[in-house]
Nanobody
Framework: QVQLVESGGGLVQAGGSLRLSCAAS????????MGWFRQAPGKERRFVGT????????VYADSVKGRFTISRDNAKNTMYLQMNSLTPEDTAVYYC?????????????????WGQGTRVTVSS
């Protein structure tokens, strides 16, 4: 069974950086895309960004564009989220997920497997 495990969350001051990791196991389809979502306290889970299987295509939500960077190491079955210039509005639980390559990247329903989430707290 596919398992995704996020790590790297924590407490950081505004303006700081964090790098999240998402390690995937038991994935047999090399074509899968991956994505990051986040859920702030009291709010719905929202799309953050996605990366194609070959790492040649990334898409980001407007709220993180220019500050966050998604990358992946297919040899390690690991995806990363580099977060810079963090603000308190970035405080959330961050989830990674996988989807088939031709699905709608911004919709939660397109994603098949999810991690348990890692909490990021940005203090002002």
């Amino acid at each position: 069974q596919v398992q995704l495990v996020e790590s790297g969350g924590g407490l950081v001051q505004a303006g700081g950086s964090l790098r999240l990791s998402c390690a995937a196991s038991a994935l047999t389809d090399s074509r899968y895309a991956m994505g990051w979502f986040r859920q702030a306290p009291g709010k719905e889970r929202r799309f953050v960004g996605t990366i194609a299987s070959s790492s040649d295509t990334t898409v980001y939500a407007d709220s993180v564009k220019g500050r966050f960077t998604i990358s992946r190491d297919n040899a390690k079955n690991t995806m990363y989220l580099q977060m810079n210039s963090l603000t308190p509005e970035d405080t959330a639980v961050y989830y990674c997920a996988t989807r088939s390559p031709y699905s709608t990247y911004w919709e939660e329903g397109s994603y098949d497997y999810w991690g348990q989430g890692t909490r990021v707290t940005v203090s002002s």
